[in-house]
């Protein structure tokens, strides 16, 4: 049963991992935007760093916590494999890239 309530656990952070870098994409809360590339002769493409940037911060928050209980050791692991799974879905997903015209 614990082990089932840690993996469910681990889902919802997950999830949570997630929807802060998607949404952080969206609302572009810092305003930041890194340039990437021309597509097109009319278009630029920039990636927004902005939810990357609020999900590493949640990542730090979480794995201090961590470390102020003492869980370190045993779920910090378990912290550590979501968030790079999260990370590499939300890349693959091409969370954060936008394409503007030029004229």
Known sequence: M???LFVIGHLA????????FFGGSLLDPFHMKWF???PTLTSTR???PDGLILMVLLYIVIVGVEAAAKKLRTAGLW???TF???LVV???AKFGMLTHDLL
């Open 90 to 92: 939300g890349l693959l």
């Open 2 to 4: 614990k082990t089932a």
């Open 84 to 86: 790079a799974i999260a």
């Open 79 to 81: 912290t550590t494999v």
């Open 13 to 20: 952070l997950f999830v949570v991992f997630i929807v802060v």
């Open 36 to 38: 990437i590339s021309h």
């Open 46 to 48: 920039y990636f927004v």
